[in-house]
């Protein structure tokens, strides 16, 4: 089945630094590649995603890479704010659609 | 109005205790799932359902039961409650899946289970 890779568990930055996140993916057939963010306490939400057909997606600070040849993807947070703050997720979708898989997440700080 | 919602939002029982959490999506999606939350935050798929019939049970163990009277409804009963079930219980929403995409998932609030 599919298999989410997701590194650094932690990441701390100082505010307007920027924060990259890499995940790597085992399943060949996956095509959706969320991202999630999700704050204390709350549930989790999206925050970008990408299709297999496309390589890059941006929607202002946020920008995420796929390469689907390597099986990785990864999500860039330019000039970061303490609002950043949070555990982020990627996901994969396994092969038969039936489910996302997620990685372990990562704890970002953001310090002002 | 809520999109996707759970009750109870707490639970605090015994080991041994049998207890139900309850969901909810009025967003017309076809599929609902439960993801188990646990300490370490890791959020670990359970059950999906499509139009009311299961898709996929990740093993595990029989003391869960979902049940999804309606494609709007699913819900999860748990019995004999061990103190491995302390975690918090996710449900979400999608459209039908296509092949290798779920879309979008829609969570819950949460359901935060405490079994002392």
């Known amino acids: 089945g599919e298999n989410v890779e997701q590194h650094p568990s932690t990441l701390s930055v100082q505010e307007g630094d920027s924060a990259v996140i890499k995940c790597t993916y085992s399943?060949?057939?996956?095509?959706?590649f969320p991202w999630y963010k999700q704050e204390l306490g709350k549930r989790p939400q999206l925050i970008i995603d990408?299709?297999?057909?496309?390589g890059e997606k941006k929607d202002q600070r946020i920008a995420v890479t796929l390469n689907k040849t390597a099986k990785h993807f990864s999500l860039h947070i330019t000039e970061t704010q303490p609002e950043d703050s949070a555990v982020y997720f990627c996901?994969?979708?396994?092969?038969?659609?039936?489910?996302?898989?997620f990685g372990k997440g990562t704890t970002l700080s953001v310090s002002s | 109005d809520t999109a996707v919602s759970q009750t109870p939002k707490y639970l605090v029982t015994q080991m041994g205790n049998d207890k139900s959490i309850k969901c909810e999506q009025n967003?017309?999606?076809?599929?609902m799932y439960w993801y188990k939350q646990d300490s370490k935050k890791f959020l670990k798929i359970m059950f999906s359902y499509n139009n009311k019939e299961l898709i996929i049970n990740e093993t595990v163990p029989n003391r869960f039961s979902p049940k999804s009277p309606d494609k709007a409804h699913l819900n999860l009963h748990i019995n004999s409650l061990e103190l491995g079930d302390s975690a918090v219980y996710f449900c979400?929403?999608?459209?039908?899946?296509?092949?290798?995409?779920?879309?979008?998932?829609?969570f819950g609030e949460g359901s935060r289970l405490t079994v002392l």
């Open positions: 996901a994969a979708t396994n092969q038969a659609g039936t489910a996302l898989i």
């Open positions: 967003l017309g999606h076809d599929t």
């Open positions: 990408i299709r297999s057909n496309v």
């Open positions: 399943d060949s057939a996956s095509n959706y």
């Open positions: 979400a929403s999608s459209r039908t899946p296509g092949t290798g995409d779920t879309g979008e998932l829609f």
